[in-house]
C-alpha cells in the first residue's frame, strides 16, 4: 500500500507549521479529491474522503474496492475546520463516515452542496436539512474567508433536478487573492473551459483516472484532458488528483505530465498529504 508523504501526527505537525505563514495560501492533498485549504485563520476541506467506507460496502461483490493509499488523517482529528464542500453525492465525495465526525468535532461548521442533493445529503448525515449552504450553477455564497461559485460538472452527464438545478458542481473559490478551481468529478463538455476562463484561476484541482466502461462506474477526465483543460481554461497552475485511491478506478499520471509538458501548462504532482504553498 502506498505511504502518504505525511500522515496522523506528522500531517497534523506540517498544518501546525504552515499557520505560522497567515498570508500564504496552503493546499495538502488528502487523496481522491479531497484537499485540506487554509489562508490566514480559516480552514477549508473540499470533498474529503477519510474513511475505509466504500472498501467495507463492497468488499464481498464483484467490484472491490481495494484501497492503494493509506489514510493521510483521522476526520475526528481535524477539530479545525470552518467549512466542508460536497461536489455531489457519491460517497467518495459525500462520506458519511467521514463528514458526521468531522461534524461531531467541528460543532460551528459550515457545508457547501449543491442545492439539489440537499435532502439526499439531509438523509444521509442524519442533519437538520436547513443547516447546508447551497448552490446551483453560477450563483454564489461568501462564507468566512471564502467565496464560492457553482460550474456544473458533468459525471458524466451534466444532470439536474425537477427543478432545473445542477446535481454535480464543481466550485470556484475566491481566497484572497486566489482563485482556485474544484472540479469534483466530471469529464469535459462543450463550453467547459470558456466557463472557467473568466474566473482567471490561480490552481484548478482536476480528476484525471478517467472513463473506461469496464470499470462500470462513472468516469472523469483523463491525464490528458485534464491537461488541455487547464491550458485552455489559462490556469496558473494544474493539480492532478482522483488517482491511487482504489485499484479498480485509477491511472498513473504519466499522461497529465507528458501533456503538461508538450502545452507548457504549468503543473504540480502531489502526493496524498503534500502541502502546496502559494506565497
Not at 498570508?23 to 474529503?48: I, K, T
Not at 481535524?78 to 467518495?92: A, G, K, M, P, Y
Request: proline share 6%.
Amino acid at each position: 500500500m502506498i505511504r502518504p508523504f505525511l500522515q496522523g501526527s506528522a500531517f497534523l505537525a506540517d498544518v501546525r507549521e504552515a499557520c505560522k505563514r497567515r498570508d500564504e495560501l496552503h493546499l495538502w492533498w488528502l487523496g481522491q479529491s479531497g484537499f485540506l485549504v487554509h489562508w490566514r485563520d480559516s480552514f477549508l476541506l473540499l470533498d474529503p474522503y477519510l474513511s475505509d467506507s466504500l472498501t467495507e460496502k463492497y468488499a464481498s461483490t464483484d467490484k472491490p474496492h481495494v484501497r492503494m493509499t493509506e489514510r493521510v488523517v483521522a476526520p475526528e482529528s481535524l477539530d479545525f475546520i470552518d467549512i466542508v464542500t460536497s461536489s455531489h453525492n457519491h460517497t467518495d465525495h459525500l462520506d458519511a463516515a467521514t463528514l458526521i465526525p468531522l461534524h461531531t468535532v467541528n460543532p460551528d461548521l459550515q457545508m457547501i452542496i449543491p442545492e439539489a442533493n440537499r435532502a439526499f445529503v439531509a438523509d444521509r448525515l442524519k442533519i437538520n436539512p436547513v443547516w447546508p449552504l447551497g448552490l446551483d450553477d453560477g450563483r454564489s455564497v461568501t462564507c468566512g474567508n471564502f467565496e464560492f461559485t457553482g460550474i456544473p460538472s458533468a459525471h458524466e452527464t451534466i444532470e439536474h433536478d425537477e427543478q432545473g438545478r445542477c446535481r454535480f458542481l464543481g466550485y470556484v473559490i475566491r481566497i484572497g487573492r486566489w482563485t482556485v478551481y474544484h472540479s469534483g468529478d466530471t469529464i469535459l463538455y462543450d463550453g467547459m473551459a470558456e466557463r472557467l476562463r473568466p474566473f482567471l484561476p490561480d490552481v484548478v484541482l482536476l480528476p484525471i483516472n478517467g472513463a473506461r466502461p469496464e470499470r462500470r462506474v462513472a468516469g472523469n477526465l483523463d491525464g490528458r484532458e485534464a491537461a488541455w483543460l487547464a491550458r485552455e481554461a489559462g490556469a496558473k497552475l494544474a493539480v492532478p488528483c482522483h488517482y491511487e485511491m482504489f485499484e479498480f478506478n485509477t491511472a498513473p499520471p504519466d499522461e497529465f505530465i507528458a501533456e503538461a509538458e508538450r502545452l507548457r501548462q504549468p503543473y504540480r504532482v502531489l502526493r496524498a498529504g503534500e502541502r502546496l504553498d502559494l506565497a
